[in-house]
């Protein structure tokens, strides 16, 4: 079955020790998300990728950057983890960006920072 | 700017009973509406969506959300509810040209008892 996947489910850094968190897809959806999302939260959007084309949100912090190396795979890079970015870390998927296009996520990678 | 209101951050239902999750948007553009569902630790999956055409929308497992322009809602109703139902319900509008990101309520928990 065409999916999205993520790696790891769970992961647990230390405190400003970097990390990074991949998502792959075989659906090859041109554009790929990642949000944040905290405890009893909705969602936040943090960036996505348009094909190669990366496209920030204006209040995600520095602190998060991502990379497409390829159609199929994209990480999410935390240089600095705060005990604030706890949160599970969802990646989504569309064919393309305009709204009506449904968004397909992964099951999310759950962060720990201690 | 898009957003929306889920009024109720939980609601507990007995088995067998009908639901009714409250949704209402605001938008200044013609709007997509989506409901997701999320079970615990796991990603969002899409339940229904309304883009256009017929105002009522359905999806596999019963439920059903009328989008009603007039009140600005897109309201989740399912006639008899089962255990597995449980989950956190959220509610999405996009919309307009180009890039519309996904915008979520804050989500309802739906609790199903025996």
């Known amino acids: 079955d065409a999916m999205v996947i993520q790696n790891p489910r769970y992961q647990v850094t230390q405190f400003g020790k970097p990390v990074t968190l991949s998502c792959s897809q075989t659906?090859?959806?041109?554009?790929m998300y990642w949000y944040q999302q905290k405890s009893s939260q909705a969602p936040k959007l943090l960036f996505h990728?348009?094909?190669?084309?990366?496209?920030n949100e204006a209040d995600t912090p520095d602190n998060f950057q991502s990379r497409r190396p390829n159609t199929s795979f994209c990480f999410l890079d935390i240089r600095s983890p705060g005990l604030g970015d706890a949160a599970m870390y969802l990646c989504?998927?569309?064919?393309?960006?305009?709204?009506?296009?449904?968004?397909?996520f992964g099951p999310g990678t759950r962060l720990t920072v201690t | 700017a898009q957003s929306v209101t889920q009024l109720d951050s939980q609601v507990p239902v007995f088995e067998e009973a009908p639901v009714e999750l409250r949704c209402n948007y605001s938008?200044?553009?013609?709007?997509?509406l989506f409901w997701y569902v999320q079970y615990p630790n796991q990603g969002l999956q899409l339940l229904l969506k309304?883009?256009?055409?017929?105002?009522l929308v359905e999806s596999i497992n019963g439920f059903e959300a009328e989008f009603n322009k007039s009140q600005t809602s897109f309201h989740l109703r399912k006639p008899s509810v089962h255990i597995s139902d449980t989950a956190e319900y959220f509610c999405?509008?996009?919309?307009?040209?180009?890039?519309?990101?996904?915008?979520f309520g804050t989500g309802t928990r739906l609790l199903v008892s025996p």
């Open positions: 989504a998927t569309s064919r393309d960006r305009a709204g009506s296009y449904e968004q397909y």
């Open positions: 659906l090859n959806h041109n554009v």
């Open positions: 990728y348009y094909d190669k084309d990366f496209n």
């Open positions: 938008s200044s553009v013609s709007v997509y």
């Open positions: 309304y883009l256009s055409g017929s105002t």
């Open positions: 999405a509008v996009s919309g307009g040209t180009g890039f519309q990101k996904l915008v």
